[in-house]
């Protein structure tokens, strides 16, 4: 079974600054996708990002890039220019074809410090 | 922006009882979840649907759990015998063809 892990349970950034939340999971598809769901306290899930595990390049969301490493399954997003509304609990998750379930990490609890 | 829309936010019942969650999925999907997160947890995966039946259920998904898509827009999931340990928030997640999965706002499940 796909597992999803983060070993990050809280991470801490000044505002505007730069942090990396961590990410890896297990996998023995080649053909997947990886995202980020950013959980703020309202508890509604948002997609942040979204990675196709065929593509090479790195994906980007404006302040929001991934770190995307497919032979060491390493997933990491990284947050620019940090602001207090980015302050939430961070998901990665893993999915294959459509329709298929997703596999959440724990979460990493981001704390923005102004 | 379209969103999957679910009710009620918050829902209080007694063990035993009955429960039925509602979701309203972005109206051109063709794909529907339902999850659930322990308070404090990850999120876990309960059941997929497609084409008006389950495409997969997780092992926490048992005979207590049942989804339905009455009337070609609803979205639900019904618990006949609530237990303690059902006390979560449940989200329904819809997407189209890319497994993009969007999620609604989550109903959280009081039983007392």
């Known amino acids: 079974a796909q597992t999803v892990t983060q070993s990050q349970p809280e991470m801490s950034v000044q505002e505007a600054e730069t942090v990396t939340l961590s990410c890896t999971y297990d996998t023995s598809e080649s053909d997947y996708y990886l995202f980020w769901y950013k959980q703020p306290p309202s508890r509604q899930m948002i997609l942040v990002i979204r990675q196709e595990a065929y593509k090479q390049q790195n994906a980007t969301e404006n302040r929001f890039s991934v770190n995307f490493q497919k032979a060491a399954k390493s997933f990491s997003l990284k947050i620019s220019d940090s602001q207090l509304g980015d302050a939430a609990m961070y998901f990665c998750?893993?999915?294959?074809?459509?329709?298929?379930?997703?596999?959440f990490g724990e979460g990493t609890q981001l704390t923005v410090n102004p | 922006e379209p969103e999957v829309t679910q009710t009620p936010s918050h829902q209080v019942t007694q063990m035993g009882q009955e429960v039925i969650l509602r979701c309203v999925p972005i109206?051109?999907?063709?794909?529907f979840y339902w999850y659930r997160q322990i308070l404090g947890q990850k999120v876990e995966f309960l059941v997929s649907?497609?084409?008006?039946?389950?495409?997969?259920k997780s092992e926490i998904f048992d005979d207590q759990f049942s989804v339905e898509r009455p009337d070609g827009s609803n979205f639900t999931l019904k618990i006949r015998s609530t237990k303690l340990e059902d006390s979560a928030m449940y989200f329904c997640?819809?997407?189209?063809?890319?497994?993009?999965?969007?999620f609604g706002a989550g109903t959280r499940l009081s039983v007392l």
């Open positions: 998750a893993y999915g294959e074809t459509s329709g298929s379930r997703l596999t």
């Open positions: 109206s051109n999907h063709l794909y």
């Open positions: 997640a819809s997407s189209r063809d890319e497994n993009i999965q969007y």
């Open positions: 649907f497609y084409n008006n039946e389950i495409s997969e």
